[in-house]
């Protein structure tokens, strides 16, 4: 049996971002097409309110979706087609920005631990002018599964397989498949996802640490994997890991901030647009 090889890893960087809220990005625009069909990985993790209680005030977005996923915390959703929603542990916040949502992520909370990710997913050039969607998935709308080895796997989105347990999660999507998994390994344990060739395979260790294939990766680090073979996860002292899977568009991708677009004429518009007050019309 092939297995899927490591082509890179990497540590996440402090960063700060919102009206300064400090976290850690995984990666983001140097490199993105490495990425396809994941455009950003932000991880934010703080018991110090003055990390995070400044929040996300009103910014736009065009062209792609945004996933938060709330692990610890309270954080309200606000946008300009009306949507309110508050996101909490476990939560999972999929908002499509499409032709373009105006939105401000705040904390309710002024103290305790606020810890979660967000990750950017492209749409492809015949989606990104279409219309905006926005929906919250409470914990239990998460499947939860446990494999073999007491792993636990929450399906985020497609589908969980392991030759013996097969889940599909909260969220499909045609276009890039997206696969998002958050696995609780406890110690001495190992989890073998099945994922299609072709998939471009994403592992990000947030505790403990882990050995893909035989080679070890580390607390914080991303691990990006060869788009053919197998893939076994296995930990000594017990681990979390995101895993991160999609098949790439293999479109341009042309960025400046909150648009990702597929050519300057497009980003000039989209700057136009919200100029002029009629963005996401």
Do not use: C
Not at 40 to 48: K, P, Q, T, W
Not at 168 to 177: F, Y
């Amino acid at each position: 049996m092939s297995y899927r090889q490591i082509l890179e890893q990497r540590p996440g960087q402090p960063a700060s971002d919102g009206a300064g809220v400090n976290l850690t990005r995984v990666f983001a625009e140097q490199g993105v097409p490495r990425f396809d069909p994941f455009l950003m990985l932000d991880e934010f993790g703080s018991a110090n309110p003055d990390d995070y209680v400044a929040g996300f005030p009103p910014h736009p977005h065009r062209g792609f979706e945004t996933i938060t996923y709330m692990l610890e915390g309270r954080m309200r959703h606000e946008d300009h087609l009306g949507n309110s929603g508050l996101l909490q542990n476990g939560g999972v916040q999929w908002m499509t920005a499409a032709r373009g949502i105006i939105h401000s992520e705040m904390p309710e909370q002024e103290e305790g631990v606020m810890r979660g990710f967000q990750i950017w997913l492209n749409l492809p050039g015949k989606d990104k002018m279409g219309d905006p969607g926005y929906r919250d998935f409470d914990p239990v709308e998460i499947p939860r599964v446990r494999a073999a080895e007491g792993v636990e796997a929450r399906v985020i989105a497609g589908r969980f397989d392991d030759g013996e347990i097969s889940q599909e999660g909260a969220v499909q999507r045609p276009h890039s498949e997206p696969h998002i998994f958050d696995l609780d390994l406890p110690a001495h344990s190992r989890v073998s996802p099945r994922l299609a060739d072709g998939l471009r395979v994403l592992l990000y260790v947030y505790e403990g640490d882990v050995h893909v294939n035989g080679q070890s990766i580390g607390k914080g680090r991303l691990a990006r994997l060869s788009e053919k073979g197998a893939l076994e996860i296995a930990t000594d002292a017990g681990a979390k890991v995101l895993l991160l899977a999609g098949r790439p568009l293999g479109e341009p991708i042309v960025q400046y901030g909150p648009f990702v677009m597929n050519s300057r004429e497009e980003i000039e518009q989209a700057l136009r647009d919200y100029r002029d007050g009629v963005f996401g019309q």
